[in-house]
């Protein structure tokens, strides 16, 4: 096959979503990522005994990360001359995550956003403190199954500024998973990329119970 033929197919193959081996600073806008944190524990935290999962825990969505966006897939690992954080400065963030996975976020979304450790935890607080979780979900007494646009309505009826295409939810194993908001470099709403909209295809997904 000649080279001719051969880049095009290629480009055609790969994955539109693909992570682009990035430079820090250069991106177009953030996903801040909201996790479902009894659908979490079912998956996998059960398996690991972890804290958050104990029953009378209370943890509604949590927050995941807040991920530097191209226009089309994402950096991700960038080089960095900025220090990781300090142990102090990961368990500073004990309130909104884990330590230990505030340290993965920063070395594999944090490097990317050309901010130090401290500006990039900051950015995800203020993100994280700027959204309103809806009434519906903040104490969820029982298991239930709903459309996953009833979820995205939800978030858009709470947070004045959001709008359908600014906001995309993901299905795991036929439960929700995660609430992804796209936002601009200044933290503002901003409609998502195609790539980063409506992950989950089903007509209906499962929120466990808070626990």
Same mark, same amino acid.
């Given at each position: 096959?000649?080279?001719? &033929? ?15 081996? =990035? /430079?820090?600073?250069? &991106?177009? +806008? ?11 524990? $079912?998956? *996998?935290?059960? $398996? #690991? %005994? ?10 509604? &969505? ?9 226009? #089309? ?6 080089? *960095? ?8 400065? *990961? ?12 340290? +993965?976020?920063?070395?594999?979304? @944090? ?7 401290? =500006? +990039? ?9 700027? /959204? ?5 979900? %903040? ?5 239930? *199954? ?8 939800? &978030?858009?009826?709470?947070?004045? @500024?959001?709008?359908?295409? =600014?906001?995309? /939810? ?8 995660? /609430? ?32």
């Amino acid at each position: 096959m000649k080279a001719a &033929f051969l880049i095009p197919l290629l480009a055609a193959l790969w994955p539109a979503h693909a992570p682009a081996e =990035g /430079v820090a600073g250069d &991106f177009d +806008y953030y996903v801040l990522s909201l996790g479902w944190q009894p659908g979490w524990c $079912r998956a *996998t935290g059960d $398996r #690991r %005994d972890a804290r958050d999962c104990n029953p009378g825990s209370g943890r509604d &969505f949590v927050v995941h990360g807040l991920w530097p966006q191209h226009e #089309r897939g994402w950096p991700d690992h960038c080089a *960095t001359d900025e220090r990781d954080p300090s142990r102090r400065d *990961t368990q500073a963030m004990a309130d909104l995550m884990a330590p230990g996975l505030a340290l +993965y976020q920063w070395r594999k979304h @944090g490097r990317c956003s050309g901010l130090s450790a401290a =500006g +990039y935890y900051a950015a995800l607080r203020e993100a994280a403190e700027a /959204v309103r979780i809806p009434a519906p979900f %903040d104490d969820l007494p029982r298991d239930i *199954t709903l459309p996953p646009a009833v979820v995205e309505d939800a &978030f858009i009826e709470a947070n004045p @500024g959001l709008t359908p295409d =600014g906001i995309t /939810v993901t299905c795991k194993e036929g439960a929700l998973a995660e /609430v992804r908001i796209c936002l601009t470099r200044d933290l503002e709403p901003r409609p998502c990329a195609p790539d980063a909209r409506r992950d989950c295809s089903r007509s209906r997904v499962l929120m466990e119970k808070i626990r």
